[in-house]
């Protein structure tokens, strides 16, 4: 029988499992499958040689019972309902994981902005925005960056936002540039939220940063910060990717020369003749793996090739349940997603409570509130998966999920 890819419906049975030993009935459940609201757009965006091109945008509002939802913006040709909904249900598991007054949501525009002009991309960002307004809102749903989506595209929405409402609205929006309300951190924060991760699951396994062989999948956002963070603590990245290819160096590649050089898409193999392909990048020999790109990518076709002993989802659903459970039986130690890729949402909390205060934090204290979240948030999640005997996927789904449960059952929902 071929493996479950979709990646709902792996979701779903995760979150059923999690609510069964949380001690919730199906009504629970049956709340909690599906997103509250499944907004789906079309877009008529003027090109620049003149012609009308319409695009295909959703919004998914998981659950709002704890507060209002949140969760970035994809822009992918791959981009469809069933990874906008997994992708919202995942906003929940981690606000619910670090302790967040949200829900989840997620948005996804069906393109690709690496053959769109920046005026395109521009004229799309604003029609996206004009065609969500009504179910979006500081206090009812705070979009934030994503795959191919940036500080750039969060400004341009925040001023279509603000534009329609009449007054200047920083709290539509996360991830803007600093002059615009940003925080201070909130680049980094994925990366070092994943850094985070890989100290304490390094720490359990008596082992260090410093002298460990990673291998990254992805070099944008999540990725090249945290190939920074890891090279300059001593670390040897001895494998990179981006969508077109990999690189692999056993000797430790040069990450401050890939960082001058890459794109503004995370591209740079384009620079190298000699590449590897991304599925051979899973079987470079390393300590430590992490995947920081795009889901699916840890099967059961290859979970028994990977060597590396801890694997740490910078990417949201890079791992299939089949090969969770393969790894796991393997004694690999797995940082699930909503974990560990949480720290990109909790600072887009702290800058929408800056924005919220109109006063904002240094990037010291920034950083420092952070790393207490997520230090609590592993050590819970840890000492459950060991207490119970399970993976740490689930005991993050049970953590994560517990106070949307609960908030739900306060309000009479289920
Ligand atoms: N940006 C953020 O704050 C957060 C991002 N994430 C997750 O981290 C992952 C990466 O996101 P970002 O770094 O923000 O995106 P990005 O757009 O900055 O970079 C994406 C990287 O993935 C590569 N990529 C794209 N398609 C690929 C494919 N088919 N095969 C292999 N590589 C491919 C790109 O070349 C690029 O290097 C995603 O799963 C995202 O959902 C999770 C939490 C927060
Ligand atoms: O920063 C945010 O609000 C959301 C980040 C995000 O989309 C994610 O964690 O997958």
């Not at 470079?284 to 992490?290: A, R």
Request: glycine share 10%; with cysteine; hydrophobic share 40%.
């Amino acid at each position: 029988m071929s493996e479950n890819l979709n990646l709902v419906s792996s979701t779903q049975e995760i979150i059923g499992e999690a609510l069964n030993k949380l001690g919730f009935d199906e009504g629970m459940y049956d709340l909690i499958k599906e997103p509250m609201r499944l907004l789906t757009v079309r877009i008529p965006v003027r090109m620049d040689d003149g012609t009308v091109k319409t695009f295909t945008g959703y919004r998914a509002q998981h659950n709002d019972a704890v507060g209002p939802t949140k969760g970035g913006v994809r822009f992918h040709p791959d981009v469809d309902v069933e990874e906008v909904t997994a992708l919202s249900m995942w906003m929940t598991l981690k606000c619910g994981i670090v302790d967040l007054p949200y829900g989840g949501g997620k948005g996804g525009i069906v393109c690709d902005p690496r053959t769109m002009s920046i005026h395109e991309v521009e004229r799309l960002s604003r029609g996206y925005v004009r065609s969500i307004s009504q179910i979006v809102g500081p206090t009812k749903d705070i979009p934030a960056p994503d795959v191919f989506t940036n500080s750039q595209i969060m400004a341009w929405m925040m001023d279509e936002y603000s534009q329609m409402d009449a007054f200047n609205s920083p709290g539509f929006i996360t991830g803007k540039p600093l002059v615009l309300g940003g925080s201070q951190g909130r680049d980094r924060s994925t990366a070092l939220g994943v850094v985070i991760a890989i100290e304490q699951a390094a720490k359990r396994r008596g082992k260090t940063i410093e002298g460990s062989r990673v291998v990254i999948q992805g070099f944008g956002n999540a990725g090249s910060f945290l190939a920074k963070f890891l090279f300059d603590q001593g670390a040897k990245i001895v494998g990179i990717s981006d969508a077109y290819g990999a690189l692999h160096d056993p000797e430790g590649l040069d990450i401050d020369y890939l960082l001058d050089r890459r794109d503004s898409f995370g591209t740079v193999t384009n620079l190298f003749d000699e590449t590897i392909s991304n599925k051979e990048l899973f079987e470079i020999d390393c300590d430590i793996l992490v995947p920081a790109a795009i889901s699916n990518q840890i099967t059961e076709e290859n979970a028994n090739d990977i060597k590396a002993e801890i694997i740490v989802e910078a990417a949201n659903g890079p791992t299939t349940m089949g090969a969770t459970k393969i790894l796991s039986e393997r004694g690999i130690l797995l940082v699930p997603d909503v974990l560990a890729s949480a720290g990109g949402v909790t600072v887009s909390y702290f800058e929408w409570v800056q924005n919220n205060q109109g006063y904002y934090w240094t990037e010291e204290e920034v950083n420092e509130k952070l790393r207490e979240k997520l230090v609590k948030a592993f050590d819970t999640i840890y000492n459950l998966s060991e207490n119970r005997k399970i993976d740490m996927r689930l005991a993050a789904y049970i953590v994560g999920i517990k106070r949307t449960a609960e908030a739900a059952r306060y309000r009479g929902w289920a």
